[in-house]
Protein backbone atom coordinates (compact mmCIF):
# COMPACT_ATOMS: atom_id res chain seq x y z
CA UNK A 1 0.00 0.00 0.00
CA UNK A 2 1.32 3.62 -0.83
CA UNK A 3 3.91 1.69 -2.87
CA UNK A 4 4.73 3.79 -6.00
CA UNK A 5 6.34 1.58 -9.11
CA UNK A 6 6.72 2.67 -12.72
CA UNK A 7 5.21 1.04 -16.09
CA UNK A 8 6.52 2.02 -19.11
CA UNK A 9 5.47 6.28 -19.15
CA UNK A 10 2.65 5.16 -16.65
CA UNK A 11 3.29 5.29 -12.59
CA UNK A 12 1.08 3.51 -10.28
CA UNK A 13 0.22 3.83 -7.22
CA UNK A 14 -1.41 1.23 -4.97
CA UNK A 15 -3.42 1.87 -1.93
CA UNK A 16 -6.59 0.45 0.02
CA UNK A 17 -10.07 1.83 0.62
CA UNK A 18 -10.85 3.32 4.56
CA UNK A 19 -13.89 1.22 6.13
CA UNK A 20 -16.59 3.64 5.42
CA UNK A 21 -19.94 2.72 4.89
CA UNK A 22 -20.30 3.06 1.19
CA UNK A 23 -16.97 1.43 0.42
CA UNK A 24 -15.72 -1.94 -0.20
CA UNK A 25 -11.88 -2.34 1.40
CA UNK A 26 -10.08 -3.42 -1.82
CA UNK A 27 -7.07 -2.28 -3.21
CA UNK A 28 -7.15 0.18 -6.04
CA UNK A 29 -5.11 1.95 -9.24
CA UNK A 30 -4.23 5.33 -9.40
CA UNK A 31 -2.23 6.04 -13.12
CA UNK A 32 -0.72 8.93 -13.62
CA UNK A 33 1.58 9.74 -15.95
CA UNK A 34 5.06 10.00 -14.70
CA UNK A 35 6.53 13.27 -15.81
CA UNK A 36 3.08 14.39 -14.06
CA UNK A 37 4.49 13.02 -10.77
CA UNK A 38 6.96 15.10 -9.86
CA UNK A 39 9.00 14.70 -6.56
CA UNK A 40 11.93 16.93 -7.38
CA UNK A 41 11.61 20.63 -6.67
CA UNK A 42 11.96 22.91 -9.94
CA UNK A 43 14.67 25.77 -9.71
CA UNK A 44 15.80 27.26 -13.00
CA UNK A 45 14.55 24.94 -15.42
CA UNK A 46 16.24 21.99 -14.02
CA UNK A 47 14.50 19.56 -10.97
CA UNK A 48 16.90 19.10 -8.60
CA UNK A 49 16.77 17.70 -5.21
CA UNK A 50 16.87 18.34 -2.12
CA UNK A 51 19.20 16.90 1.26
CA UNK A 52 15.94 15.43 2.78
CA UNK A 53 12.46 14.35 1.96
CA UNK A 54 9.06 14.70 3.24
CA UNK A 55 5.85 12.38 2.70
CA UNK A 56 2.88 13.42 1.02
CA UNK A 57 0.32 11.53 2.39
CA UNK A 58 -3.73 10.00 1.43
CA UNK A 59 -5.75 11.98 3.36
CA UNK A 60 -8.37 9.05 2.74
CA UNK A 61 -5.93 6.61 4.55
CA UNK A 62 -3.17 8.52 6.06
CA UNK A 63 -0.79 6.08 4.00
CA UNK A 64 2.51 7.67 2.19
CA UNK A 65 1.86 8.37 -1.37
CA UNK A 66 5.18 9.35 -1.91
CA UNK A 67 8.34 11.29 -0.68
CA UNK A 68 9.32 14.91 -2.12
CA UNK A 69 11.88 16.65 -1.85
CA UNK A 70 12.39 19.04 1.44
CA UNK A 71 14.04 22.47 0.33
CA UNK A 72 15.13 24.79 2.76
CA UNK A 73 16.22 28.90 2.71
CA UNK A 74 18.96 27.71 0.53
CA UNK A 75 17.27 26.99 -2.22
CA UNK A 76 14.88 29.17 -1.57
CA UNK A 77 17.44 31.72 -2.06
CA UNK A 78 18.65 29.83 -5.39
CA UNK A 79 14.68 29.91 -6.63
CA UNK A 80 14.43 33.63 -6.09
CA UNK A 81 18.00 34.29 -8.09
CA UNK A 82 16.93 32.64 -10.80
CA UNK A 83 13.88 34.38 -10.78
CA UNK A 84 15.66 37.40 -10.75
CA UNK A 85 17.86 36.58 -13.42
CA UNK A 86 15.03 35.57 -15.62
CA UNK A 87 13.27 38.52 -14.82
CA UNK A 88 15.18 40.90 -16.82
CA UNK A 89 14.41 39.04 -20.05
CA UNK A 90 11.05 37.73 -19.62
CA UNK A 91 9.80 41.58 -18.76
CA UNK A 92 11.13 42.39 -22.03
CA UNK A 93 9.19 39.79 -24.30
CA UNK A 94 6.48 41.70 -25.70
CA UNK A 95 3.00 41.17 -23.90
CA UNK A 96 1.56 38.93 -27.30
CA UNK A 97 5.16 36.61 -26.57
CA UNK A 98 3.97 36.11 -23.09
CA UNK A 99 0.46 35.42 -24.47
CA UNK A 100 0.75 33.03 -26.15
CA UNK A 101 3.30 31.12 -23.51
CA UNK A 102 0.43 31.11 -21.68
CA UNK A 103 -2.36 29.83 -23.91
CA UNK A 104 0.21 26.67 -24.66
CA UNK A 105 0.75 26.36 -20.52
CA UNK A 106 -3.65 26.28 -20.93
CA UNK A 107 -4.15 23.97 -23.70
CA UNK A 108 -1.38 21.49 -21.72
CA UNK A 109 -3.69 21.83 -18.70
CA UNK A 110 -6.64 20.82 -20.53
CA UNK A 111 -4.78 17.81 -22.07
CA UNK A 112 -3.82 16.26 -19.01
CA UNK A 113 -6.84 17.36 -16.87
CA UNK A 114 -7.42 14.14 -15.92
CA UNK A 115 -4.58 12.95 -14.27
CA UNK A 116 -3.92 16.38 -12.65
CA UNK A 117 -7.40 15.73 -11.37
CA UNK A 118 -6.06 12.30 -10.31
CA UNK A 119 -3.22 14.12 -8.23
CA UNK A 120 -5.49 16.53 -6.30
CA UNK A 121 -7.99 13.70 -5.70
CA UNK A 122 -4.94 11.96 -4.53
CA UNK A 123 -3.65 14.29 -1.99
CA UNK A 124 -5.83 16.44 -0.77
CA UNK A 125 -8.83 13.90 -0.80
CA UNK A 126 -11.47 15.89 -3.01
CA UNK A 127 -13.90 13.99 -4.48
CA UNK A 128 -12.77 13.46 -8.87
CA UNK A 129 -15.77 15.47 -9.60
CA UNK A 130 -14.32 18.01 -7.54
CA UNK A 131 -10.74 17.50 -8.78
CA UNK A 132 -11.56 17.89 -12.35
CA UNK A 133 -13.65 21.11 -11.53
CA UNK A 134 -10.93 22.98 -9.81
CA UNK A 135 -8.37 21.83 -13.37
CA UNK A 136 -11.25 23.66 -15.02
CA UNK A 137 -11.21 26.46 -12.68
CA UNK A 138 -7.17 26.32 -12.27
CA UNK A 139 -6.71 26.38 -16.31
CA UNK A 140 -8.95 29.36 -16.93
CA UNK A 141 -6.90 31.77 -15.08
CA UNK A 142 -4.25 30.37 -17.67
CA UNK A 143 -6.84 31.27 -20.00
CA UNK A 144 -7.80 34.63 -18.90
CA UNK A 145 -4.51 35.90 -18.42
CA UNK A 146 -3.08 34.89 -21.66
CA UNK A 147 -5.98 37.04 -22.42
CA UNK A 148 -5.76 39.88 -20.18
CA UNK A 149 -1.91 40.45 -20.65
CA UNK A 150 -2.51 42.01 -24.28
CA UNK A 151 -4.99 44.65 -22.82
CA UNK A 152 -2.32 46.24 -19.88
CA UNK A 153 -2.81 50.08 -20.88
CA UNK A 154 -0.94 53.47 -19.28
CA UNK A 155 -2.67 56.59 -19.30
CA UNK A 156 -1.55 59.94 -21.40
CA UNK A 157 -2.54 62.82 -19.03
CA UNK A 158 -3.43 66.38 -19.60
CA UNK A 159 -0.87 68.62 -17.85
CA UNK A 160 -1.67 71.57 -16.01
CA UNK A 161 1.19 73.61 -18.08
CA UNK A 162 1.54 73.82 -21.89
CA UNK A 163 5.33 73.09 -22.25
CA UNK A 164 4.46 69.26 -20.56
CA UNK A 165 3.75 65.50 -21.65
CA UNK A 166 2.05 63.56 -18.67
CA UNK A 167 2.84 59.84 -19.69
CA UNK A 168 1.98 57.09 -16.54
CA UNK A 169 3.38 53.97 -17.82
CA UNK A 170 2.62 49.98 -16.41
CA UNK A 171 5.79 48.26 -15.23
CA UNK A 172 5.70 45.00 -13.73
CA UNK A 173 6.82 44.64 -9.92
CA UNK A 174 9.65 42.01 -10.24
CA UNK A 175 10.25 38.45 -8.78
CA UNK A 176 6.45 37.56 -6.73
CA UNK A 177 6.90 35.23 -3.78
CA UNK A 178 3.77 32.77 -4.22
CA UNK A 179 2.81 30.92 -0.84
CA UNK A 180 -0.53 28.91 -1.22
CA UNK A 181 -2.62 26.63 1.17
CA UNK A 182 -3.68 23.12 -0.20
CA UNK A 183 -7.68 23.32 -0.15
CA UNK A 184 -7.04 24.49 -4.10
CA UNK A 185 -3.66 22.75 -4.67
CA UNK A 186 -3.84 23.93 -8.27
CA UNK A 187 -6.19 27.05 -8.55
CA UNK A 188 -4.82 28.94 -5.95
CA UNK A 189 -1.08 28.57 -8.12
CA UNK A 190 -2.33 29.56 -11.32
CA UNK A 191 -4.71 32.71 -10.25
CA UNK A 192 -1.70 34.37 -8.79
CA UNK A 193 1.21 33.02 -11.24
CA UNK A 194 -0.87 33.74 -14.79
CA UNK A 195 -1.81 37.40 -13.51
CA UNK A 196 2.34 37.86 -12.64
CA UNK A 197 3.67 35.95 -15.70
CA UNK A 198 0.97 38.02 -18.10
CA UNK A 199 2.50 41.19 -17.10
CA UNK A 200 5.83 40.57 -17.00
CA UNK A 201 6.74 39.32 -13.47
CA UNK A 202 8.56 36.10 -12.46
CA UNK A 203 8.02 33.87 -9.54
CA UNK A 204 8.69 31.17 -6.96
CA UNK A 205 5.77 29.28 -5.61
CA UNK A 206 5.64 27.38 -1.88
CA UNK A 207 3.23 25.41 -1.88
CA UNK A 208 2.00 23.67 1.00
CA UNK A 209 3.05 20.85 2.91
CA UNK A 210 -0.02 18.78 2.20
CA UNK A 211 -0.08 19.07 -1.86
CA UNK A 212 3.29 19.76 -3.27
CA UNK A 213 2.03 17.67 -6.41
CA UNK A 214 -0.19 19.90 -7.93
CA UNK A 215 2.22 22.43 -8.01
CA UNK A 216 5.10 20.37 -9.33
CA UNK A 217 3.25 19.07 -12.13
CA UNK A 218 1.84 22.51 -13.13
CA UNK A 219 5.58 23.62 -13.30
CA UNK A 220 6.38 20.23 -15.49
CA UNK A 221 3.63 21.74 -18.22
CA UNK A 222 4.90 25.40 -17.94
CA UNK A 223 8.47 23.95 -19.18
CA UNK A 224 6.42 21.88 -21.46
CA UNK A 225 4.25 24.87 -22.78
CA UNK A 226 8.08 27.11 -23.44
CA UNK A 227 8.14 29.17 -20.62
CA UNK A 228 11.44 29.98 -20.02
CA UNK A 229 13.45 28.93 -17.43
CA UNK A 230 13.59 30.41 -14.28
CA UNK A 231 10.18 32.32 -14.95
CA UNK A 232 8.69 29.40 -12.61
CA UNK A 233 10.13 28.40 -10.10
CA UNK A 234 8.82 25.45 -7.65
CA UNK A 235 10.26 25.09 -3.96
CA UNK A 236 8.47 22.63 -1.77
CA UNK A 237 8.74 22.01 1.88
CA UNK A 238 7.67 20.13 4.79
CA UNK A 239 5.88 22.21 7.78
CA UNK A 240 8.81 22.24 9.84
CA UNK A 241 10.82 24.51 7.25
CA UNK A 242 7.60 26.54 6.11
CA UNK A 243 8.82 29.08 8.42
CA UNK A 244 12.56 29.66 7.41
CA UNK A 245 11.44 29.28 3.43
CA UNK A 246 8.82 31.60 3.96
CA UNK A 247 11.24 33.90 5.33
CA UNK A 248 13.39 34.02 3.08
CA UNK A 249 10.69 34.84 0.03
CA UNK A 250 9.20 37.37 2.31
CA UNK A 251 12.37 39.56 3.20
CA UNK A 252 14.45 38.72 0.59
CA UNK A 253 15.72 42.13 -1.23
CA UNK A 254 15.43 40.60 -4.87
CA UNK A 255 12.09 40.32 -3.90
CA UNK A 256 9.31 42.55 -5.20
CA UNK A 257 5.88 41.48 -4.23
CA UNK A 258 4.36 38.03 -1.76
CA UNK A 259 1.37 37.04 -3.24
CA UNK A 260 -0.66 34.44 0.20
CA UNK A 261 -3.31 32.39 0.23
CA UNK A 262 -3.91 30.86 3.15
CA UNK A 263 -4.81 31.62 7.21
CA UNK A 264 -5.39 35.01 8.59
CA UNK A 265 -2.87 34.12 11.15
CA UNK A 266 -0.06 33.08 8.61
CA UNK A 267 -1.01 35.90 6.66
CA UNK A 268 0.09 38.00 9.61
CA UNK A 269 3.38 37.08 10.04
CA UNK A 270 4.28 37.35 6.16
CA UNK A 271 2.92 41.02 5.82
CA UNK A 272 5.84 41.82 9.17
CA UNK A 273 8.30 39.89 7.15
CA UNK A 274 7.02 41.89 4.09
CA UNK A 275 7.17 45.44 5.60
CA UNK A 276 11.22 44.84 6.35
CA UNK A 277 12.22 45.70 2.88
CA UNK A 278 8.75 47.59 2.02
CA UNK A 279 7.29 44.31 -0.42
CA UNK A 280 3.78 44.64 -2.32
CA UNK A 281 2.39 42.39 -0.73
CA UNK A 282 -1.71 40.47 -1.81
CA UNK A 283 -3.26 38.34 0.87
CA UNK A 284 -5.90 36.65 -0.08
CA UNK A 285 -7.14 34.98 3.70
CA UNK A 286 -9.91 33.18 5.67
CA UNK A 287 -13.64 33.90 5.86
CA UNK A 288 -16.74 33.42 7.76
CA UNK A 289 -19.15 33.43 5.38
CA UNK A 290 -22.76 34.39 6.53
CA UNK A 291 -25.29 32.42 4.53
CA UNK A 292 -28.92 34.22 5.30
CA UNK A 293 -32.21 33.18 4.01
CA UNK A 294 -35.11 36.08 4.41
CA UNK A 295 -38.62 34.95 4.45
CA UNK A 296 -38.97 35.77 0.73
CA UNK A 297 -36.81 33.45 -0.63
CA UNK A 298 -37.57 30.65 -2.70
CA UNK A 299 -36.66 27.94 0.20
CA UNK A 300 -35.65 25.27 -2.63
CA UNK A 301 -33.28 27.66 -4.27
CA UNK A 302 -31.51 28.19 -1.09
CA UNK A 303 -31.56 24.78 0.03
CA UNK A 304 -29.68 24.01 -3.65
CA UNK A 305 -27.89 26.98 -2.55
CA UNK A 306 -26.30 26.25 0.86
CA UNK A 307 -25.92 22.51 -0.41
CA UNK A 308 -23.37 23.73 -2.73
CA UNK A 309 -21.52 26.22 -1.31
CA UNK A 310 -21.11 24.47 2.25
CA UNK A 311 -20.17 20.91 1.24
CA UNK A 312 -17.47 21.38 -1.92
CA UNK A 313 -14.35 20.50 -0.42
CA UNK A 314 -16.09 18.74 2.36
CA UNK A 315 -16.68 22.59 3.73
CA UNK A 316 -12.74 23.60 3.30
CA UNK A 317 -13.04 26.58 1.33
CA UNK A 318 -12.49 29.85 2.14
CA UNK A 319 -15.62 30.92 0.32
CA UNK A 320 -17.46 28.25 2.54
CA UNK A 321 -21.08 29.35 4.00
CA UNK A 322 -20.28 29.38 7.30
CA UNK A 323 -23.13 30.69 9.78
CA UNK A 324 -26.12 29.88 8.39
CA UNK A 325 -29.18 32.98 9.52
CA UNK A 326 -31.98 32.03 8.47
CA UNK A 327 -35.84 34.46 8.84
CA UNK A 328 -37.84 32.79 11.51
CA UNK A 329 -41.37 32.16 9.35
CA UNK A 330 -39.23 30.22 6.52
CA UNK A 331 -36.86 28.75 9.39
CA UNK A 332 -38.45 25.34 9.43
CA UNK A 333 -39.07 24.15 6.02
CA UNK A 334 -35.51 24.94 5.20
CA UNK A 335 -34.01 23.38 7.97
CA UNK A 336 -36.39 20.33 7.23
CA UNK A 337 -35.45 20.57 3.51
CA UNK A 338 -31.33 20.58 4.06
CA UNK A 339 -31.98 18.30 6.10
CA UNK A 340 -33.47 15.85 3.88
CA UNK A 341 -30.81 17.07 0.98
CA UNK A 342 -27.94 16.46 3.15
CA UNK A 343 -29.34 12.90 3.30
CA UNK A 344 -29.77 12.47 -0.41
CA UNK A 345 -26.98 13.52 -2.22
CA UNK A 346 -23.87 13.24 0.44
CA UNK A 347 -22.11 10.45 0.42
CA UNK A 348 -18.83 9.68 2.41
CA UNK A 349 -16.11 7.94 0.77
CA UNK A 350 -12.52 8.04 -1.36
CA UNK A 351 -12.21 10.72 -3.54
CA UNK A 352 -11.83 8.43 -6.17
CA UNK A 353 -14.81 6.41 -5.50
CA UNK A 354 -17.22 7.77 -8.49
CA UNK A 355 -19.98 7.79 -5.63
CA UNK A 356 -18.35 10.46 -3.35
CA UNK A 357 -19.41 13.64 -2.62
CA UNK A 358 -17.89 14.13 0.35
CA UNK A 359 -14.31 13.13 0.75
CA UNK A 360 -11.74 13.56 4.14
CA UNK A 361 -10.59 16.08 5.88
CA UNK A 362 -7.20 17.13 5.23
CA UNK A 363 -5.90 15.92 8.23
CA UNK A 364 -7.13 14.54 11.92
CA UNK A 365 -6.20 18.48 13.11
CA UNK A 366 -8.91 19.71 10.93
CA UNK A 367 -11.32 17.00 11.86
CA UNK A 368 -10.76 18.00 15.60
CA UNK A 369 -11.63 21.45 15.28
CA UNK A 370 -14.77 20.22 13.55
CA UNK A 371 -15.58 17.63 16.83
CA UNK A 372 -14.98 20.50 18.87
CA UNK A 373 -17.23 23.16 17.60
CA UNK A 374 -19.82 20.72 17.42
CA UNK A 375 -19.22 19.68 21.83
CA UNK A 376 -19.29 23.28 22.51
CA UNK A 377 -22.70 24.01 20.15
CA UNK A 378 -24.11 21.32 21.79
CA UNK A 379 -22.96 22.31 25.18
CA UNK A 380 -24.07 25.37 24.96
CA UNK A 381 -27.49 24.32 23.44
CA UNK A 382 -27.56 23.69 20.08
CA UNK A 383 -29.80 20.70 19.03
CA UNK A 384 -28.14 18.05 16.84
CA UNK A 385 -30.18 17.23 13.69
CA UNK A 386 -28.24 14.91 11.66
CA UNK A 387 -24.40 13.69 11.68
CA UNK A 388 -22.38 15.22 14.35
CA UNK A 389 -19.40 12.39 14.26
CA UNK A 390 -16.03 11.82 13.13
CA UNK A 391 -15.51 8.19 11.56
CA UNK A 392 -12.28 6.70 10.89
CA UNK A 393 -8.94 8.52 10.22
CA UNK A 394 -10.50 12.61 9.41
CA UNK A 395 -13.72 11.67 7.81
CA UNK A 396 -16.48 13.48 9.48
CA UNK A 397 -19.78 13.36 8.99
CA UNK A 398 -22.09 16.18 7.35
CA UNK A 399 -23.73 18.04 10.18
CA UNK A 400 -26.63 19.85 10.76
CA UNK A 401 -27.13 22.06 13.85
CA UNK A 402 -30.39 24.43 14.83
CA UNK A 403 -30.58 26.30 17.52
CA UNK A 404 -27.33 27.96 17.48
CA UNK A 405 -26.16 31.08 19.49
CA UNK A 406 -24.18 33.73 18.39
CA UNK A 407 -21.65 33.02 21.32
CA UNK A 408 -21.06 29.52 20.38
CA UNK A 409 -17.65 28.76 18.90
CA UNK A 410 -18.69 27.96 15.12
CA UNK A 411 -20.48 31.20 14.77
CA UNK A 412 -16.93 33.01 16.06
CA UNK A 413 -14.43 31.34 14.12
CA UNK A 414 -13.99 29.92 10.90
CA UNK A 415 -15.23 25.76 10.81
CA UNK A 416 -13.10 24.53 7.25
CA UNK A 417 -15.49 21.43 7.87
CA UNK A 418 -19.35 19.92 6.68
CA UNK A 419 -20.89 21.75 9.54
CA UNK A 420 -24.39 23.72 8.79
CA UNK A 421 -24.95 26.10 12.43
CA UNK A 422 -28.81 27.08 11.93
CA UNK A 423 -29.54 30.58 14.05
CA UNK A 424 -33.06 31.90 13.19
CA UNK A 425 -33.72 35.56 13.30
CA UNK A 426 -36.70 38.19 13.52
CA UNK A 427 -35.82 41.39 11.62
CA UNK A 428 -33.21 42.02 8.49
CA UNK A 429 -31.15 44.63 10.63
CA UNK A 430 -30.81 41.63 13.45
CA UNK A 431 -29.66 39.28 10.44
CA UNK A 432 -26.68 42.26 9.13
CA UNK A 433 -25.90 43.11 12.31
CA UNK A 434 -24.87 39.56 13.03
CA UNK A 435 -23.31 38.60 9.05
CA UNK A 436 -21.19 41.84 9.92
CA UNK A 437 -20.22 41.20 13.74
CA UNK A 438 -17.18 39.40 12.60
CA UNK A 439 -13.03 40.74 12.00
CA UNK A 440 -13.49 38.82 8.19
CA UNK A 441 -14.98 39.34 5.46
CA UNK A 442 -14.36 37.72 2.61
CA UNK A 443 -17.59 35.90 1.02
CA UNK A 444 -21.52 36.28 1.67
CA UNK A 445 -24.89 34.84 0.32
CA UNK A 446 -28.26 35.80 0.72
CA UNK A 447 -31.45 34.88 -0.80
CA UNK A 448 -34.73 36.80 -1.22
CA UNK A 449 -37.04 37.47 -3.77
CA UNK A 450 -37.45 40.86 -2.59
CA UNK A 451 -35.63 43.30 -5.06
CA UNK A 452 -35.02 46.10 -2.62
CA UNK A 453 -34.06 43.94 0.07
CA UNK A 454 -31.61 42.51 -2.49
CA UNK A 455 -30.28 46.28 -2.96
CA UNK A 456 -29.84 46.85 0.62
CA UNK A 457 -28.49 43.82 1.68
CA UNK A 458 -25.83 43.43 -1.04
CA UNK A 459 -25.13 46.84 -0.09
CA UNK A 460 -24.58 46.38 3.68
CA UNK A 461 -23.26 43.20 4.22
CA UNK A 462 -19.36 43.66 5.08
CA UNK A 463 -17.18 41.42 2.67
CA UNK A 464 -16.21 41.47 -0.68
CA UNK A 465 -18.15 39.48 -2.74
CA UNK A 466 -21.75 38.61 -2.63
CA UNK A 467 -23.82 35.50 -3.90
CA UNK A 468 -27.54 36.70 -4.05
CA UNK A 469 -29.64 33.70 -4.56
CA UNK A 470 -26.68 32.11 -5.71
CA UNK A 471 -24.09 29.66 -3.86
CA UNK A 472 -21.29 29.45 -6.31
CA UNK A 473 -19.72 32.70 -7.47
CA UNK A 474 -15.79 31.97 -7.91
CA UNK A 475 -15.29 32.68 -12.00
CA UNK A 476 -11.91 33.95 -13.59
CA UNK A 477 -13.55 37.00 -14.73
CA UNK A 478 -15.03 38.38 -11.20
CA UNK A 479 -12.36 39.87 -8.80
CA UNK A 480 -11.83 37.67 -5.82
CA UNK A 481 -10.71 39.11 -2.58
CA UNK A 482 -11.73 39.95 0.66
CA UNK A 483 -12.30 43.30 3.05
CA UNK A 484 -11.29 43.76 6.92
CA UNK A 485 -9.23 40.60 7.63
CA UNK A 486 -9.99 38.43 5.14
CA UNK A 487 -7.36 39.87 3.33
CA UNK A 488 -5.61 42.64 0.78
CA UNK A 489 -5.99 43.08 -2.94
CA UNK A 490 -7.47 41.19 -5.66
CA UNK A 491 -7.33 37.78 -7.89
CA UNK A 492 -8.74 37.31 -11.28
CA UNK A 493 -10.92 40.07 -13.23
CA UNK A 494 -9.48 42.58 -15.04
CA UNK A 495 -8.14 43.73 -11.81
CA UNK A 496 -5.63 40.85 -11.39
CA UNK A 497 -3.29 42.25 -12.75
CA UNK A 498 -2.95 45.22 -11.13
CA UNK A 499 -1.16 43.56 -8.32
CA UNK A 500 1.76 42.94 -10.07
CA UNK A 501 2.23 46.38 -12.15
CA UNK A 502 3.86 49.69 -10.79
CA UNK A 503 2.94 52.94 -12.15
CA UNK A 504 5.41 54.75 -13.21
CA UNK A 505 4.89 58.62 -13.84
CA UNK A 506 7.07 59.95 -17.38
CA UNK A 507 6.87 63.62 -17.11
CA UNK A 508 8.67 65.40 -20.62
CA UNK A 509 9.29 68.80 -19.87
CA UNK A 510 10.28 71.89 -22.15
CA UNK A 511 8.32 70.70 -24.89
CA UNK A 512 7.93 73.65 -27.75
CA UNK A 513 4.76 73.10 -28.95
P1 LIG B 1 -2.00 28.20 6.36
O1 LIG B 1 -1.64 27.35 7.49
O2 LIG B 1 -1.92 29.68 6.54
O3 LIG B 1 -1.05 27.72 5.15
C1 LIG B 1 -1.06 28.33 3.88
C2 LIG B 1 0.35 28.30 3.32
O4 LIG B 1 1.24 29.04 4.14
C3 LIG B 1 0.95 26.89 3.24
O5 LIG B 1 1.78 26.81 2.12
C4 LIG B 1 1.76 26.81 4.51
O6 LIG B 1 2.78 25.85 4.48
C5 LIG B 1 2.32 28.21 4.54
N1 LIG B 1 2.80 28.64 5.84
C6 LIG B 1 2.32 28.33 7.06
N2 LIG B 1 3.04 28.98 8.01
C7 LIG B 1 3.98 29.70 7.36
C8 LIG B 1 5.02 30.59 7.77
N3 LIG B 1 5.24 30.89 9.05
N4 LIG B 1 5.80 31.16 6.81
C9 LIG B 1 5.59 30.90 5.52
N5 LIG B 1 4.63 30.06 5.06
C10 LIG B 1 3.84 29.49 5.97
O7 LIG B 1 -3.44 27.95 5.81
P2 LIG B 1 -4.18 26.53 5.69
O8 LIG B 1 -4.78 26.21 6.99
O9 LIG B 1 -3.29 25.55 5.06
O10 LIG B 1 -5.29 26.92 4.62
C11 LIG B 1 -6.59 27.21 4.98
C12 LIG B 1 -6.80 28.71 5.15
O11 LIG B 1 -6.61 29.34 3.89
C13 LIG B 1 -8.19 29.03 5.58
O12 LIG B 1 -8.20 30.03 6.56
C14 LIG B 1 -8.85 29.56 4.31
O13 LIG B 1 -9.93 30.40 4.53
C15 LIG B 1 -7.70 30.23 3.65
N6 LIG B 1 -7.93 30.34 2.22
C16 LIG B 1 -8.19 31.57 1.71
C17 LIG B 1 -8.45 31.71 0.37
C18 LIG B 1 -8.72 33.07 -0.20
O14 LIG B 1 -8.62 33.22 -1.41
N7 LIG B 1 -9.04 34.08 0.59
C19 LIG B 1 -8.45 30.60 -0.47
C20 LIG B 1 -8.19 29.34 0.07
C21 LIG B 1 -7.92 29.24 1.43
P3 LIG B 1 2.53 24.41 5.19
O15 LIG B 1 1.46 23.75 4.44
O16 LIG B 1 3.83 23.72 5.03
O17 LIG B 1 2.16 24.69 6.61
Known amino acids: MGSLYLVGSKCFLNRIRPGLPNMARRAYTLDVCAELLRTQGFINGRWVSAASTFPVLDPATGKELVQVSDFGPREARDAVVAAHKAFHSWKCQTPKERSLLLRKWFDLVNQNKEDLAKLITAECGKPMKESLGEIAYSASFLEWFSEEARRVYGDIVSPAVKDRKILLLKQPVGVASIITPWNFPSAMITRKVAAALAVGCTVVVKPAEDTPLSALALAELAAQAGIPAGVVNVVPCSREKASAVGEVLCTDPLVAKVSFTGSTATGKILLKHAAETVKRVSMELGGHAPFIVFDSADVDKAVAGAMASKFRNSGQTCVCSNRFLVQQKIHDVFVEKLGRAMEAELRLGHGSDPATTQGPLINARAAEKVEHQIADAVSRGAVLLKGGKRLEGSFMQPTLLSSVTSDMLCMREETFGPLVPVMKFKTEEEALAIANASPVGLAGYFFSQDISQIWRVAEQ ?50 LAL
Not at 464 to 474: A, H, K, T
Not at 482 to 500: A, T
Open 461 to 510: LEVGMVGVNEGLISTAEASFGGVKQSGLGREGSKYGVDEYLEVKYVCIGG
